[in-house]
């Protein structure tokens, strides 16, 4: 069974500091990993993705994620925090060869501080 | 814009009632699946059909069905409605149902806010 925990349901970082949103999964396969956010009233948009190529991802407007298997981590970084980067964001594991659905951790909040 | 039409945005409606979500994918992608938002449950998968058939089933409660028409558009009926139901609920596309997601992404619409009084 696939899984993942976000480790903190709450972060606040002060604009222009760095970002890091920690996520763990579990999986009985080599899973694809995602980052989605989703802005207050929004849907979900994708950050990035995992697909088992390099396990540093670079995704849209300077996020990226370092893939750990060794940690079974997948922690989320950006170097300098947006006020525009307030928003929720989910990490999301899909094991795929069968079971394709997508399944999502409970959620980070990211506050940036003025 | 990711290219995924929910009708409707919102929808209020009273318990017992039976309400219908719609959902239109990116042009071309095969795939469609359903989730509901809630405050307690978070995101959950609820369905996905893949060119019409049904491909996987989650957290889908025995008064909700679902469906993919030919001409790709789904659709998701609640019916007996509870206050507890009350919840975001989105649709995803993706090109494909293929076993693996590598080659592949879901693009979430906006969803529909239901809210049962």
């Known amino acids: 069974a696939q899984s993942v925990t976000q480790l903190d349901s709450h972060v606040s970082v002060s604009e222009g500091t760095p970002v890091l949103l920690r996520c763990n999964y579990s999986?009985?396969?080599?899973?694809?990993l995602f980052w989605y956010v989703q802005h207050p009233n929004k849907g979900l948009q994708l950050l990035l993705k995992?697909?088992?190529?390099?396990?540093l991802v670079k995704g849209i407007n300077g996020f990226e994620a370092e893939f750990k298997k060794s940690e079974t981590s997948f922690h989320l970084t950006k170097p300098s925090a947006h006020m525009s980067d307030a928003a929720e964001y989910f990490c999301?594991?899909?094991?795929?060869?069968?079971?394709?659905?997508?399944?999502f951790g409970t959620g980070t909040r990211l506050t940036i501080i003025p | 814009d990711s290219g995924v039409t929910q009708t409707p945005k919102h929808l209020i409606t009273a318990t017992g009632q039976r309400v219908t979500l719609r959902c239109s994918p990116r042009?071309?992608?095969?795939?469609v699946y359903w989730y509901q938002q809630s405050l307690d449950q978070g995101l959950q998968f609820l369905i996905q059909?893949?060119?019409?058939?049904?491909?996987a089933k989650g957290n889908i409660l025995e008064r909700f069905s679902a469906q993919q028409f030919p001409d790709l558009h789904s659709e998701l009926n609640l019916s007996s409605l509870e206050l507890g139901d009350s919840a975001l609920y989105f649709c995803?596309?993706?090109?494909?149902?293929?076993?693996?997601?590598?080659?592949?992404?879901?693009?979430f619409g906006q969803g529909t806010r239901l809210t049962v009084v």
């Open positions: 995803a596309s993706s090109p494909s149902g293929l076993m693996n997601w590598r080659n592949t992404e879901a693009f």
């Open positions: 999986s009985s396969y080599s899973p694809s």
């Open positions: 995992y697909t088992s190529a390099a396990t």
């Open positions: 999301v594991v899909s094991e795929g060869f069968g079971n394709e659905k997508l399944t």
């Open positions: 042009s071309g992608d095969l795939s």
């Open positions: 059909y893949y060119n019409g058939e049904e491909r």
